[in-house]
């Protein structure tokens, strides 16, 4: 199994919704990340996490709340968004971070994103 | 400040011939190169790396190559297809900024029939 899946594909909520947005991968890789997208943009960094730890966090806003409940799984829960923050949201996930392992460290593995509109 | 740069948003070829992106990067750091293709409304897929011990890496019809000393990277795909056509993605890491590819912003490749 060679692959991330994100859930929902789509979601669209108001600014004082309470939504989750879901990633799981089953390729035993021990980091996981979550970037956001915005039209004709490169993919942002938002969170990292090594071994189910938050490693990197980009000054990402409070409204914004990761959580990796185990190794195949990461959420970002989302609450009190704003409008600006819609956009694509990338989950991927790689070996690990650190690049000790001498491996393609870095070699990231996408998922398709869930589609945020915020209204 | 834009430490990887790709600087043709937009590229288009002919069926068959050679499609050569650019990406050019200013950080001494980065040791690891990723070139990614990206359809709409779909994640990036990975296509190839590169690591900054070697000058060439090749799959298939894919080949990267890297020029330490320009700080300049390149893929080239031979011969192009048409289901090529997509936005191409370089990125970029290093051991010193654990877990955080840097991406460019992107070349729209066309590939017309």
């Known amino acids: 199994d060679t692959e991330v899946t994100q859930t929902p594909k789509h979601l669209v909520m108001g600014m004082t919704n309470k939504k989750s947005l879901k990633c799981e991968q089953h390729?035993?890789?021990?980091?996981m990340y979550w970037y956001k997208q915005k039209a004709k943009k490169p993919p942002e960094l938002m969170f990292v996490?090594?071994?189910?730890?938050?490693?990197i966090n980009e000054s990402v806003p409070s409204r914004f709340s990761p959580e990796c409940p185990n190794s195949s799984l990461l959420n970002l829960h989302l609450h009190a968004l704003q409008p600006e923050d819609s956009a694509l949201y990338l989950c991927?996930?790689?070996?690990?971070?650190?690049?000790?392992?001498?491996?393609?460290?870095?070699?990231?593995?996408f998922g398709p994103g869930t589609r945020l509109t915020v209204l | 400040d834009q430490q990887v740069k790709q600087n043709s948003p937009s590229l288009s070829v002919q069926e068959g011939r050679i499609s050569i992106l650019n990406c050019d990067y200013t950080?001494?750091?980065?040791?690891?190169f990723l070139w990614y293709k990206k359809y709409p409304a779909e994640g990036p897929t990975f296509l190839i790396s590169?690591?900054?011990?070697?000058d060439k890496n090749e799959d298939g019809r894919f080949t990267v190559f890297l020029n330490k000393s320009a700080k300049h990277l390149s893929l080239h795909i031979v011969p192009s297809q048409p289901g090529d056509s997509a936005v191409y993605f370089c990125?970029?890491?290093?051991?010193?900024?654990?877990?955080?590819?840097?991406f460019g912003q992107g070349t729209t490749l066309q590939v017309k029939p």
């Open positions: 991927a996930s790689s070996q690990e971070s650190s690049g000790l392992a001498g491996l393609s460290y870095n070699e990231q593995f």
């Open positions: 390729m035993g890789h021990r980091a």
């Open positions: 996490y090594s071994y189910e730890k938050l490693s």
């Open positions: 950080n001494s750091m980065f040791d690891y």
């Open positions: 590169i690591s900054s011990i070697k």
């Open positions: 990125a970029a890491s290093g051991s010193s900024n654990t877990g955080k590819l840097i």
